[in-house]
């Protein structure tokens, strides 16, 4: 199953992409094994439209365009927050489930359009907390390899 995080804006070379790369990376590695492959980052550029819903709705039409087929996860600070290995459980579920791709999309500035949210298969949330966009894509992209750890019994994680 690909793996795809998707995100609204360009984040700027430095510490903070060289370390989504990295957790995406160790993902691709671990994840192999378990049929958890193409673990990837797309970013697609801001629209320039002069209102946020306007914003919005460019937004999505393009992220529609750009991402695989199969699961849909929008990231929203009023999402379902889940824990590390109810993450894993839902990553094995939805590959044993034969879905081909899993998309997980961080909006723009403005945040992502209602009916994207509303056609998600899941909407998550790490929580209740506005986050920068830059951290959202850290911390996604270690849950993604910590998720490939807890699948394939790593000491990685170290939960109850």
């Known amino acids: 199953m690909r793996i795809?995080?998707?995100?609204?804006?360009?984040?700027?070379?430095?510490?903070?992409?060289?370390?989504?790369?990295?957790?995406?990376?160790?993902?691709?590695?671990?994840?192999?094994?378990?049929?958890l492959t193409h673990f990837d980052a797309i970013e697609l550029p801001e629209s320039r439209a002069g209102s946020a819903p306007a914003r919005k709705i460019e937004e999505a039409k393009a992220l529609r365009g750009a991402l695989p087929s199969g699961v849909l996860v929008s990231l929203d600070e009023r999402g379902k927050g889940i824990g590390s290995e109810a993450f894993a459980a839902?990553?094995?579920?939805?590959?044993?489930?034969?879905?081909?791709?899993?998309?997980?999309?961080?909006?723009?500035?403005?945040?992502?359009?209602?009916?994207?949210?509303?056609?998600?298969?899941?909407?998550?949330?790490?929580?209740?907390?506005?986050?920068?966009?830059?951290?959202?894509?850290?911390?996604?992209?270690?849950?993604?390899?910590?998720?490939?750890t807890i699948l394939s019994g790593h000491p990685y994680h170290r939960g109850d």
């Open 4 to 35: 795809t995080l998707a995100a609204i804006g360009r984040m700027k070379s430095g510490p903070e992409r060289e370390l989504v790369a990295r957790y995406l990376d160790r993902a691709t590695a671990s994840g192999k094994p378990l049929a």
């Open 90 to 148: 839902l990553l094995l579920r939805w590959r044993d489930e034969g879905r081909p791709a899993a998309s997980f999309v961080i909006g723009g500035a403005d945040g992502l359009d209602p009916e994207f949210t509303r056609s998600s298969d899941l909407v998550l949330s790490f929580s209740p907390m506005v986050w920068p966009h830059q951290l959202v894509r850290i911390m996604l992209a270690e849950q993604l390899y910590r998720a490939t």
